[in-house]
């Protein structure tokens, strides 16, 4: 089953507005989340790491005031795209670190942003 | 330089052929190391951790070369179904991955 779940699967909204994308880790507490951002036929590329309890550490060049991470709890971190544009119409990822032995991240199901 | 370089690709094998990716990185402290999976439109998966003893998983072999800071993963009798791209995935330490930018692989009949 699944590890993590990541919902919506598929969103689109209007220009300007703001989407939240949540991240839920399901079989284990996660104090340590990533999301990535994948255009089509491009590779993966790392946003932002959430860590529960404190603020996210951000990748160069992506905007901490447009991609909002909230990591509240060990089961759930969020990403809200703020001010949205066509431009950041993507697929959103998110992953969890599960540590010790495991030593390895788990993918959620991704999230298809289409701003239109 | 960036953390993680793989082959840029794409390979397009034939069916039963045998292929084989690289990578390499930079970080000489990386802990673990591991193939993941990508389909198409899809979240990446992962294959298999890589060990420095080296690994084999049916027709998969991934290989590790610490002193060279190198990777490999070998895909013998290839299958249609192994089209997807193949992202080399290295642990620096400290509940971190570091991506490479993936190959894509096309098994034609």
């Known amino acids: 089953g699944a590890v993590v779940s990541q919902h919506p699967s598929r969103v689109i909204c209007k220009s300007g507005t703001s989407v939240k994308i949540e991240c839920r880790s399901l079989d284990f507490q996660a104090t340590t989340m990533f999301w990535y951002r994948q255009f089509p036929k491009q590779s993966l590329m790392l946003m932002a790491t959430?860590?529960?309890?404190?603020?996210?550490?951000?990748e160069q060049g992506v905007e901490k005031d447009k991609f909002l991470i909230n990591h509240a709890s060990l089961t759930l971190s969020t990403l809200t795209v703020t001010s949205a544009h066509p431009e950041d119409s993507s697929f959103y990822i998110c992953?969890?670190?599960?540590?010790?032995?495991?030593?390895?991240?788990?993918f959620g199901e991704g999230s298809w942003l289409t701003v239109v | 330089r960036k953390e993680v370089e793989q082959d840029p690709g794409p390979f397009n094998v034939p069916e039963g052929a045998t292929v084989a990716f690289n990578c390499t990185y930079s970080n000489s402290a990386s802990q673990s190391f591991f193939w993941y999976r990508q389909d198409c439109r899809k979240e990446p998966k992962l294959l298999m951790s890589?060990?420095?003893s080296g690994n084999e998983d049916g027709r998969f072999t991934a290989q590790l070369n610490r002193a060279s800071q190198y990777i490999s993963l070998l895909i013998r009798d290839s299958k249609l179904s192994d089209s997807a791209t193949y992202l080399c995935?290295?642990?620096?330490?400290?509940?971190?991955?570091?991506f490479g930018a993936g190959t894509r692989l096309t098994v034609k009949p």
């Open positions: 992953s969890v670190w599960a540590g010790g032995s495991g030593n390895t991240i788990y």
């Open positions: 890589v060990y420095s």
């Open positions: 995935v290295v642990n620096p330490g400290d509940n971190d991955m570091r």
């Open positions: 959430s860590n529960e309890g404190s603020k996210a550490t951000y």
